[in-house]
Nanobody, 123 residues
Framework: QVQLVESGGGLVQAGGSLRLSCAAS????????VGWFRQIAGKEREFVAG????????LYADFAKGRFTISRDNAKNTVFLQMNSLKPDDTAVYYC????????????????WGQGTQVTVSS
């Protein structure tokens, strides 16, 4: 079992920045790939960014490229999502998730999920 807790969400003005954290406990976290997803109200959960356990693979959704940066500190069992130049369209609940496999853009590939953190971007 892996337990995940997201934090760092909040209310920010358009153009601002937030840094989300995903803290893991339980089974060895450093051998899992981690993904960030978001769910906008009324829409399906969508992939934001992902990072493999050995840092060899980092993927971003097109909307995240150039604005968001994913990183991880395996020693601290934590993955981060730095979000810059935020837009009102980024308003969503952000989730982190882990998989024993490679980084995947499909939510169904991930077996463990956090409870989510709300990000609200005002115009």
């Amino acid at each position: 079992q892996v337990q995940l807790v997201e934090s760092g969400g909040g209310l920010v003005q358009a153009g601002g920045s937030l840094r989300l954290s995903c803290a893991a406990s339980g089974r060895t976290f450093s051998t899992h790939s981690v993904g960030w997803f978001r769910q906008i109200a009324g829409k399906e959960r969508e992939f934001v960014a992902g990072i493999s356990w050995g840092f060899s693979t980092i993927l971003y959704a097109d909307f995240a490229k150039g604005r968001f940066t994913i990183s991880r500190d395996n020693a601290k069992n934590t993955v981060f999502l730095q979000m810059n130049s935020l837009k009102p369209d980024d308003t969503a609940v952000y989730y982190c998730a882990v998989t024993r496999g490679v980084v995947d853009t499909e939510a169904t590939a991930y077996g463990y999920w956090g409870q989510g953190t709300q990000v609200t971007v005002s115009s």
